[in-house]
């Protein structure tokens, strides 16, 4: 999920993917919109102004969006008009530029910049911004995926050519980094065509009169609609949400698309208002070939082998499923090479639920948690399946806002889609869940998943930033509360930059060192208040007290290397430990010398010495409420 807070400093006047008003900041003159996912998005409905320059696809996807609540109701005939979200707004401040094409934008009088919109390979509409002026020029990425083709175009684009191969270097570039991590599995994916090329692989095992029903819960599978849809010679069901938005994009009128199969209730505002032409729309919703129609890939139709329509919107097929007979298609984000591993998209760098919403199980309460694993024991005789079921709710609530993805399992516990679920319906749902991911080597299993990461690995990232040589990168994904080290943006990129100087890293080294600073605090805290428990009863036990190699923590000014050397990895910067034979003794040890903050937040991250951040207490968030809920 973006973090991003729409900043640019080499262009404080504009903002970019996120619209809130800050106080500390004047208002903008120019506002900027990479794509319509939610993430990037926040503060938009409210915007008064200025303009919002966007991709064409951007803006009509946009001006039709409606939130779940809203369309579920509208569906159930609870309320009798939709209510579209960005509409009322966005109409006049909207306004699409084309792409790969320089443009100038005054923001004030004799204040120009100049701006290229380019595609990022992540969804339709998707784009970064090349912007230029007062002898400045960064390259903001939105979300991409970083592929070796896609970079090899960069290269070669004529706009970009100069910071390429040519003399010029881009002051910063603004980065994804949504998987920007040297840790595997994130170091490397299997490309989008690998992971197509695997689906329709697996899809043609099956028989020709299997229904299939992927799962898009968000924009950016766009291609592999088009690619199921060639290859199994069927057309794509949507559902009338989704087929307004997507009919959106085409230029053609109301009579010719329900020539090509899509049936969009129209209103005034559905005609698109730009003439600038959409690459995607043809293959996705057709053209006029002569005095021919030519339909795309997606129809209002249900007869067909493939659906991608929304749960619970009335669907004949998917929503009658009752045996189970539709083969759903999940994506994930990749599968570990050499092994069944795989890491589960789950709305992974936003997106999550903007066009459907995934059946999840939340994790966050313990009560709940041993309730339901009461309950599965009732349901549940094979002792090895109620382990894990009990090690994966475990394993899900020890994660900030962690979540199983049930498939379909909780829609086919209630096809009527009740707002409630009891403890002992979702007891069997998690039951029948866990024994269905117990099967393996079933060829014509009901679900087929295949990597296709709308994000790029560490690698793909390395690979972009060493086609640019940026003087500086500055990421646009980040945990403050669990940054370290070791996610600084010179130890992970600083060999593929120009410059030496990453203004986010100054930023976080300073919060990292206070962070650490209220953590030696609290543990203080914690300790003199177990003192005072063993003084006075001495039944307590310090919690260190069973690991030994707690008192070889050496707090020697000498030994440290300060954290602001950020060009080694993490582990290079600990202090090299003195040889027993020149420790000091340990009542002077005890007396004098403390253990350094860094030091001992380095070691406990790495699990050196015994220890974890259990042992200190845990991390604590010092983030205010509002701003946990907003993350």
């Known amino acids: 999920m973006s973090t991003f807070k729409g900043i640019v400093a080499e262009f404080p006047q504009i903002r970019i993917d996120y619209f809130r008003h800050q106080p500390e900041h004047k208002a903008p003159l120019a506002c900027f919109l990479s794509h319509v996912h939610s993430d990037h998005l926040i503060g938009l409905e409210s915007l008064r102004a200025p303009f919002v320059y966007c991709s064409p696809a951007t ?32 109409r006049r401040l909207a306004k699409p530029l084309p792409l ?3 443009t100038t934008i005054e923001l004030a009088p004799g204040n120009n910049i100049q701006v290229t919109l380019i595609d990022a390979n992540h969804c339709i509409g998707a784009v970064m911004f090349l912007l230029e002026g007062g002898g400045k020029a960064i390259l903001y990425t939105g979300d991409i995926r ?42 490397e994916f299997q490309s989008k ?9 697996k899809v043609s095992r099956y028989p020709d009169d299997t229904t299939f029903y992927f799962h898009s819960w968000t924009f950016g599978y766009e291609h592999v609609w088009i690619a199921l849809s ?40 559905f005609l698109r208002e730009s003439g600038l032409d959409i690459r995607e729309a043809p293959a996705l919703c057709g053209f006029r070939n002569g005095n021919r129609m030519q339909p795309g890939c997606l129809t209002s139709q249900s007869n067909v082998r493939i659906h991608s329509c929304e749960r619970g919107m009335g669907c004949p097929v998917l929503d009658h499923d009752k045996n189970a007979r539709v083969v759903h298609i999940i994506p994930i984000v990749t599968r570990v090479r050499g092994t069944n591993v795989e890491i589960a998209e789950l709305g992974a760098g936003g997106g999550k639920g903007d066009l459907d919403q995934k059946e999840e199980l939340e994790t966050g309460n313990a009560a709940d948690i041993n309730k339901i694993i009461e309950l599965c024991a009732k349901t549940i005789k094979d002792e090895p399946l109620l382990s894990k079921l009990s090690a994966v709710l475990q394993e899900a609530l020890k994660e900030r806002n962690g979540t199983i993805d049930l498939d379909m399992d909780l829609q086919k516990a209630s096809p009527e889609k009740e707002p409630e679920l009891s403890l002992e319906s979702l007891a069997s749902v998690l039951s029948t869940h866990l024994t269905k991911s117990q099967e393996v080597g079933n060829p014509l299993n009901r679900t087929i998943r295949f990597p296709y ?3 790029s690995s560490f690698a793909e990232l390395c690979d972009l930033l060493d086609a640019f040589k940026p003087r500086d990168v500055f990421p646009c994904t980040v945990d403050e509360n669990k940054w370290d080290p070791e996610l600084s943006m010179r130890y992970l990129f600083g060999p593929f930059c120009s410059g030496d100087t990453f ?61 602001t050397d950020l060009s080694e990895p993490p582990s290079l910067l600990h202090a090299t430990k003195r040889p027993a034979s020149e420790a000091p003794s340990a009542s002077k040890e005890h007396k004098h010398k403390k253990p350094k903050n860094w030091r001992i937040a380095y070691d406990a991250a790495l699990g050196l010495n015994g220890l974890t951040w259990a042992d200190y207490g845990g991390l604590v968030s010092a983030r205010s409420q509002i701003e946990e809920e907003e993350l």
């Open 453 to 455: 990461s709308r994000h």
């Open 503 to 563: 203004r986010h890293d100054t930023e976080m080294v300073k919060m990292y060192e206070a962070r650490l600073e209220q953590e030696t605090y609290e543990r203080r805290v914690q300790s003199e208040s177990q003192n005072e428990t063993q003084s006075s009863g001495g039944a307590t036990a310090s919690p260190h007290a069973k690991h030994p190699a707690c008192s070889n923590i050496d707090g020697d000014e000498q030994n440290t290397t300060a954290i």
């Open 193 to 201: 065509a690998e992971g197509i090329n695997e689906l329709l692989d």
């Open 59 to 90: 803006r009509e996807i946009l001006l039709r969006l409606e939130k779940y609540h809203y369309r579920i109701n509208f569906a159930a005939g609870k309320l009798e008009s939709r209510n579209v979200t960005y509409d009322r707004s966005m």
């Open 230 to 269: 060639a290859f199994l010679r069927s057309r794509i069901h949507l559902d009338s949400y989704r087929t307004r938005i997507y009919g959106s994009l085409s230029s053609l009128d109301r009579k010719s698309l329900r020539e090509v199969g899509l049936d969009v209730t129209f209103d005034n505002k």
């Open 100 to 102: 790969d094409t320089p």
């Open 146 to 187: 970083a592929e070796t083709w896609w970079v090899n175009s960069l290269v070669q684009n004529p706009i970009l050519l100069p910071y390429t191969l040519g003399p010029r270097r881009l002051d910063c570039m603004y980065l994804d980094t949504t998987f920007a991590t040297k840790s595997h599995p994130y170091r």
